[in-house]
Every structure is written in C-alpha cells, then in structure tokens.
C-alpha cells in the first residue's frame, strides 16, 4: 500500500529564513506526487505538481521540489518565506496502479514576522 | 488524534441510483469541506461548509449536494448516479488557526 510521510507537523521560521518540508513515500514504483497548501480558514489549494520528467518542479508563489527517486523523497523548498506562508503543507502521492490519493498529515507553518 | 469518519470506503452502484457518502467529525470543527478526486490527478473543491445550515458550492462544479444540520455530519448526495460520477470523494475538517484533517476517502464507481 501507498504511504506518504511528513517529518515534522510544526514547523516555526522567521521572515526570510529559509524553508524545506520533508516528504517520503514509500512505493516503489512509478508516482505522481503533489504538495497542498491549506492557509487558514481556507480550503485546500496545490501548490505543486510531479508526474515526469524534470524531477525540479516549480510551483505557485516560490515554491519548488525537488523529487528524489532513490531516497524516495519530494521535499518542498522556498528560499526565503513570508508571513503569509503561515498555512499547513500536505504532500500527496499517487502511485500507478492505485486510483486514490494519500495524504501526508500536513506540517503546520508558522512565519514570525 | 483526531476523528474523521468516512464512510462507505468503496461504494460500487449501478447508473440512476441515489447515493449518499457519510462523513462525521468529532472534533467540534465550524468548517468542513468534500473534495473530488479522479485517479492520479489533484483534488478539487466541490462543497464547503463554515458551520450548520451554512453550505457553498466550490471550485470544481459537481452534481451532488450537501447539507449541514449537524456541527459533527457533512454528508454529501448524489440522486441519480452515473458514471462519470465515478471518482475518489475525500472529506475534512478544520477550524480557524487549527490544523485539518482528513477523513480516508470514498471510492465510488458507478457502472
């Protein structure tokens, strides 16, 4: 079965420090993989999206990952974040052969200002 | 940890049959929200909801509807199945400046 692990649920940055968001699947076969961002009182939105090709994705307001095959990784980076990336991050794996998506249990961000 | 309920997990159904996916939280959350995901692809909003009697349609346009009587059930209803109804249903829960959750899905195939 499909499993998606975050390694950490709080997370607490500066303004401009930079972030990077650990995510581990474990399938070893092929995958689509996904990063969600949740901003408070607000519903699901992607952030970003891995189906082939250029293992570096880039995604919306800075955001990028980097997918790893042999570590089985899809880490989310962002070189320097804002108070509003204040938000809790889902990574999300879909593998070939299963028709669902697994979510990770989301890591809460929380930018001082 | 927290409870997200979601029930049936597979559902198969034959075309023109209503349908109705359970979802219940026991945390007390105001909002809670029903998201449709076809295989291998991202999810999309269909329903929320910000408290009882409070119920908006979301991005993705979808047949089914919802209702809120309860803070705790969010159930979502189809009321002539088809097949491109078929999809995984995923609904959660969350309140303002807490984190959310989950329930484990509905699979769901019309035939």
């Known amino acids: 079965a499909q499993s998606v692990s975050q390694h950490n649920h709080h997370v607490i940055l500066s303004e401009a420090a930079s972030l990077e968001l650990g995510c581990n699947y474990s399938y070893g076969g092929t995958v689509n993989l996904f990063w969600y961002v949740q901003y408070p009182g607000q519903h699901l939105q992607l952030l970003l999206k891995?189906?082939?090709?250029?293992?570096l994705v880039k995604g919306i307001k800075g955001f990028e990952a980097e997918f790893i095959k042999s570590k089985f990784s899809f880490n989310l980076r962002k070189p320097s974040v804002q108070w509003s990336d204040t938000a809790e991050y889902f990574c999300?794996?879909?593998?070939?052969?299963?028709?669902?998506?697994?979510f990770g249990k989301g890591t809460m961000l929380l930018v001082s200002p | 940890e927290a409870d997200i309920y979601q029930t049936p997990r597979y559902l198969v159904i034959g075309t023109g049959k209503k349908i109705t996916l359970e979802c219940s939280q026991t945390m007390g959350h105001d909002k809670m929200y029903w998201y449709q995901q076809d295989p291998g692809m991202e999810l999309h909003l269909i329903h929320y909801?910000?408290?009882?009697?409070?119920?908006e349609k979301g991005d993705l346009s979808s047949e089914s509807t919802v209702s809120r009587i309860r803070t705790e059930h969010f159930p979502l209803t189809l009321e002539s199945a088809r097949p491109s109804h078929t999809s995984q249903y995923l609904c959660?829960?969350?309140?303002?400046?807490?984190?959310?959750?989950f329930g484990q899905g509905t699979r769901l195939t019309v035939v």
């Open positions: 891995y189906f082939s090709g250029d293992p």
């Open positions: 999300a794996v879909n593998a070939l052969g299963y028709s669902t998506l697994t």
């Open positions: 909801s910000y408290g009882v009697n409070s119920t």
């Open positions: 959660a829960s969350s309140d303002t400046g807490a984190r959310a959750f």
